[in-house]
């Protein structure tokens, strides 16, 4: 079975500056498709961010960024220039190629200090 | 376009009543969800279903039952409610897969006493 691991179930950052959120997963497979959803306090999940697993570029959307390192199986995101509407719960997701449902991560929650 | 929603965003139920929570989405999505997230957790998969007439259990069935008989609509049946079954609820679709976005209601808060 596939599990997702966030380690850090809380961290804060000032406006402005950059944070990383880190995530870990494991699998066995080759093919799959990682996410970072947010949940800001309106409980509302939005997509950040899609990587797909045989895309060796990192994904990128404006000041959201990953790193993934597919041998480490790592699913970091970076968000740069850190704004008080970046405060929220964020969670990583994982679904493998063959499979139809997404395994999430316990979450991140983090805050933006002004 | 509405998007995916839910209905109601809040309710309490007494231990051993029954409810459904209504989930319709207008994007023509095959893919539909149901996904329960308890106080600091991740959301666990109920059900889906990836078409008309056709569902199948997620990670956490039991207690629920869910019935697809349009592409628009996926509602979530509790029978007989229990204390374990307070969460908020949400449901999801998309459109080809799960490899794709998911997109999301705004979730329903359910509380049995």
């Known amino acids: 079975a596939q599990t997702v691991t966030q380690s850090q179930p809380e961290m804060s950052v000032q406006e402005a500056e950059t944070v990383t959120l880190s995530c870990t997963y494991d699998?066995?497979?080759?093919?799959?498709?990682l996410f970072w959803y947010k949940q800001p306090p309106s409980r509302q999940m939005i997509l950040v961010i899609r990587q797909e697993a045989y895309k060796q570029q990192n994904a990128t959307e404006n000041r959201f960024s990953v790193n993934f390192q597919k041998a480490a199986k790592s699913f970091s995101l970076k968000i740069s220039d850190s704004q008080l509407g970046d405060t929220a719960m964020y969670f990583c997701a994982f679904i493998s190629g063959s499979a139809r449902q997404l395994t999430f991560g316990s979450g991140t929650q983090l805050t933006v200090l002004p | 376009n509405a998007g995916v929603t839910q209905t109601p965003k809040f309710r309490i139920l007494k231990i051993g009543q029954s409810m459904t929570l209504q989930c319709a989405q207008d994007?023509?999505?095959?893919?539909m969800y149901w996904y329960r997230q308890d106080p600091g957790m991740g959301l666990k998969l109920i059900y889906y279903s990836v078409g008309a007439g056709i569902t199948d259990k997620g990670e956490v069935p039991n207690g629920y039952n869910v019935s697809r008989s349009t592409t628009e609509d996926f509602p979530l049946r509790l029978e007989l409610a229990a204390p374990s079954q307070t969460s908020v609820y949400f449901c999801?679709?998309?459109?080809?897969?799960?490899?794709?976005?998911?997109?999301f209601g705004p979730g329903t808060r359910l509380t049995v006493l």
């Open positions: 999801a679709s998309s459109g080809t897969s799960g490899r794709n976005e998911q997109f």
């Open positions: 699998t066995s497979e080759n093919n799959y498709y």
């Open positions: 994007m023509n999505h095959n893919y």
